[in-house]
């Protein structure tokens, strides 16, 4: 009764509801079950069935990226590596459980959405419109992996410590990206014939080094903490900057299509800029990030504020037409400047852990290695070309360690070696090189197998010229020293290692 | 020399790139320029463009929750409720920043696609597309969102713990389904001539109780180590099963659109036997699982492995016609049980902290509050609607602390209003109900009106019943006790509520 009185009449529900619909704005579906969303087909593309297909896709890929990772670490390989072969195996190469439209697979060649027709209502004529949307959902997964990635590079980059390191490490750096740039970019154009840009593009991508493999592989061989590894780590630095740097002006240059110099001075200047400013305005502003954060008292704060701040850099790239993953790495960089940073360092790790194997996988599972069949007489050239990439690769970055004088006890053929690894830098330059479609196949696929080889090389390489130091010390991370500043430095850098940098 | 000796002919890299491009198969572009995704319109949707509105999203989502979250926090309110609120300000009720083409909104209307095409290259022909898109990837992570939450509430919840509590948890939770559960059903249909099937659903989600923000007040007020406190978790956590048990069994019957008997039991079934034998099964395997993680070496893999299990478990319930949050559930509560749990708990903070708003946001962004301006003649009875079922969730609730008898020094009025926040899962009720299509405009705005102002009532309510110990030692999250069972107890439910509950 107390019900009774509170209704005004008797209106059945029905009826409120067909009053309702005639309000042609009103609508509350929250996961609607036959989303509009993809009308390529017949029929749309149902929302939970596209779930399904993204959790399957995620599945598929952990479990690549885990047991490849799990080999590439019981081999002493760097991680990135088994991500990378896990996804060629599952992907387009191999297994075809993984395919992407724009990696040559349909929907009807993609064993997942058999798998899925197989034990889900999932209909013939939705198929197409299911297997597009897992397709453009997985692929933004993938680059929020890389936007992650770098991001936590980026915090795990120190400005200050590679000041510290100092001239060396520059000469090194500066070095390893001039050498192997004008050699890959000079042999490419006079020997094989290579119109100038995509001989420039291919040049930049063997100037990378990757700070996550080198630091990686320092770290397990207990090298963080010698003047060597000091040199190396900082140089990784510093060519991690110059390399983002490079891959936005060639990318840029790329889109463009040709080089003008007005375009260079404008992208570098821009690049640069964007950089350097977004590093002064952060100095100025992080004790006011720190002050803001400290005053927020909702749950992931800090994860969330450091969050915007890094989409909103990555989206200021991209719109300014550099890439969005230099956004990302210069938010982190800024934001290891902050009070802060060892706390979003351990709460970027598990983003990372969940992202970031999807970029490296997705990039495996798109590359079709069968153009590198030497069976076939027409892919020959392209083994050629690939086998002149690594050669720049490898020499260009040995001779680095040479161009130190002045300190005979340095053991420079390991400082060379150290910065070969391209890990997931060159993998970047090869996904942003196809983005733009101004690399020829063959290049593309010579530059991953460049960085597939030669991330390879560098452990055991290194390993080889390095004399071990106490390795049970090594493995639990303990520090040779324990009590100056060269000890704090290492401990320092080993949890960068652990914790940031060896996805 | 050496590099021209390795060639076999002069052949230009055009001449290879040629050749090449007569094979079919080979293709790759890591982030296609034009991903041809999307052909509903003239132009195809822009890979870097799509993923330059998702970051935009994403800020913008992060933005609306974090403030909401902060005013929801300063006002000792649930900030689950501030990130609902934050999702109403920004989307298709007010400013029109966020919205979706479910939620009633296009490319036109939508604020955010506006700003895109003002800041980069945004063609108005690809406009459409990329709207499209970005409502499809962001729709995608918020229930990503969804599975995270449960997996982590999941985490949190403890079969032993709540065995332990007990014989009165287990009357509280029951009573509370009940009462709320038919209350609700037959005074819909009674009063009010609701068909069956959406009146069931509605009475549905009034019967869920938070967990998570119940837990949450609990901690603020200090009485989660209190009997008081230990009965309303543990009912709390019974409810959250039940209250998936339920949505699963209705959302099913939704679908299906009748109640067969037949169907109910086969569902009642399933989902016991799902969520009963995944238990089961999992407390077998679950050392082999601990053994598994011990012996796997690479980075991030008990993340890893727990997510691939998570979604395996998510994917399979959506195959047997659950929802996929129940599997996420299950996994979560499985996993709780193996030495690994604290670790895992850590790191699900992180996503679920970058995922978790999404959801929330998202559903308040789609929600249109228009419906309940009673300015409109016809939205009046909708109102009334929302008057009675806030009523029956009350009521329902308060009444469940008076059915526990001989124990005359509990308050019972405080155990009752502990269980009134309907919170996360009355949504995900009120967003399974959308999804099915079974409820009415009419009926899904009042629950979600229900959830708001349920929400609203308790902490204020509950904190006014209760009378406060040492304020300051609750908020640094100190438990009274440190060495009996009881407090190793609270500082675990604290550390639940702290670290897994809150969002």
Avoid at 100 to 111: C, M, T
Avoid at 182 to 189: A, F, P, Y
Avoid at 338 to 343: M, S, V
Wanted: hydrophobic residues 55%; charged residues 10%.
């Amino acid at each position: 009764m107390y019900i009774k009185e509170l209704m005004i009449t008797q209106l059945s529900i029905e009826k409120i509801v067909g009053i309702i619909s005639l309000i042609p704005s009103f609508s509350f579906p929250v996961f609607s079950q036959t989303m509009p969303l993809l009308a390529t087909t017949t029929e749309a593309a149902s929302a939970p069935l596209v779930l399904a297909g993204v959790l399957l896709s995620l599945v598929i890929i952990y479990f690549a990226s885990e047991i490849g990772a799990e080999i590439c670490n019981r081999l002493n390989l760097p991680e990135v590596l088994g991500q990378l072969l896990g996804g060629v195996v599952i992907g387009i190469s191999a297994l075809h459980l993984l395919v992407f439209v724009e990696g040559g697979g349909d929907s009807i060649n993609s064993l997942l959405m058999t798998f899925l027709q197989t034990t889900t209502d999932l209909s013939p004529d939705s198929l197409e419109a299911t297997f597009q949307s897992q397709n453009e959902v997985i692929s933004i997964l993938a680059e929020l992996g890389s936007i992650i990635l770098l991001f936590e590079i980026g915090l795990g980059s120190d400005l200050k410590e590679l000041l510290r390191v100092g001239f060396q490490s520059a000469i090194v750096a500066i070095v390893g990206v001039i050498i192997p740039f004008m050699g890959g970019t000079c042999g490419l154009i006079y020997l094989f014939g290579v119109p100038t840009v995509p001989a420039i593009f291919a040049g930049a991508a063997l100037s990378a080094t990757s700070i996550g493999i080198t630091a990686k592989v320092l770290a397990e061989l207990q090298y963080l903490n010698r003047t060597e590894g000091q040199i190396i780590i900082g140089a990784a630095v510093l060519d991690d900057i110059i390399g983002i740097i490079i891959l936005a002006v060639v990318g840029s240059l790329a889109k463009i299509g040709n080089i003008e110099m007005t375009n260079v001075f404008y992208l570098v200047t821009s690049a640069a800029a964007f950089l350097i400013g977004a590093i002064l305005l952060g100095r100025f502003l992080s004790p006011y990030f720190t002050g803001l954060v400290n005053t927020l008292k909702s749950r992931g704060q800090l994860l969330l504020s450091s969050l915007i701040f890094a989409f909103i850099l990555s989206y200021i790239a991209t719109a300014i037409h550099l890439e969005a993953i230099l956004g990302a790495f210069a938010a982190g960089l800024l934001l290891a400047e902050t009070q802060k940073c060892r706390e979003l360092k351990r709460q970027v790790i598990a983003l990372a852990d969940m992202l970031v194997p999807i970029f490296f996988v997705v990039i495996g599972a798109k590359t079709d290695l069968s153009v590198m069949n030497p069976a076939v007489p027409s892919n020959r050239e392209g083994l050629i070309v690939a086998a002149f990439l690594i050669l720049v690769a490898i020499l260009g970055k040995v001779i680095t360690g040479f161009t130190l004088f002045g300190q005979p006890q340095l053991n420079r053929l390991a400082i060379g070696i150290g910065m070969i690894p391209r890990g997931e830098v060159g993998l970047v330059f090869a996904g942003v090189g196809a983005a733009s479609g101004i690399l020829s196949a063959s290049l593309q696929v010579a530059i991953v197998m460049m960085v597939i080889l030669t991330t390879f090389l560098a452990p055991p390489w290194l390993q080889a010229v390095l004399p071990s130091p106490a390795k049970d010390s090594a493995e639990t991370g303990t520090p040779l020293l324990d009590n100056d500043k060269t000890a704090r430095f290492t401990v320092e850098q080993n949890s960068v290692v652990e914790n940031v940098l060896e996805s």
